[in-house]
């Protein structure tokens, strides 16, 4: 389980999303949905803003936790 603003990896491609790569950094705004946990994320564009300007829900087969 996440907790809201842990940074992740992105594991699998996002069905439908040309925006977003395998092994892009991401953080969790918000957690939807406990059992099983779906999250609200985004991921940065290294310019202050998002990646295809908008937030993704993924559940947790998309995500790898990133190294401190």
Known sequence: ???EYDCFL???QIPND???EVGTCGVILMILNDSPP???VEFGDGKGGNIG???YTLSEEYMQ???S
Request: aromatic share 16%.
């Open 1 to 3: 389980m996440y907790n």
């Open 10 to 12: 992105l594991t699998k």
């Open 18 to 20: 040309t925006f977003v």
């Open 38 to 40: 779906v999250y609200e």
């Open 53 to 55: 300007n908008k937030t």
């Open 65 to 67: 936790k990133a190294l």
